[in-house]
């Protein structure tokens, strides 16, 4: 499951851009970061390149907002895990540059 919440963003953010992107400036780079740190949840940062987002013409800091807000993080038996809320399955329309 830890394996499957570190790669669905990178997922979702790739539908994202299958849409099309176009603004004037975003710090999505930033949001990234800042979803990491809101996450805290062991070594979540491992899986997680935010400058893969350096580049992107579009802000989907919407999108890092709501997996933060969506994301908690639990000891199970000594083990962080990331455990989604229920409106985590709203975050993939956030992820997306129309």
């Known amino acids: 499951m830890r394996t499957f919440v570190k790669v669905l963003p990178l997922f ?3 539908i994202g851009l299958a ?3 176009k603004a004037d400036s975003a710090d999505n780079v930033g949001a990234c970061e800042d979803y990491v740190a809101a996450v805290n949840c ?14 992107l013409d579009c802000d989907i ?7 933060s807000d969506n994301l908690t993080c639990e000891d199970m038996g000594g ?14 329309s956030k ?3 129309s």
Not at 61 to 67: A, I, V
């Open 12 to 14: 979702l953010f790739g």
């Open 19 to 21: 849409v099309g992107c």
């Open 42 to 55: 062991g070594d979540i940062d491992v899986g997680i390149d935010c400058s893969i987002y350096k580049d």
């Open 61 to 67: 800091s919407d999108y890092f907002d709501c997996l």
């Open 79 to 92: 083990t962080k895990v990331l455990t989604p809320g229920p409106d985590y399955a709203s975050c993939a």
């Open 95 to 97: 992820a997306n540059c």
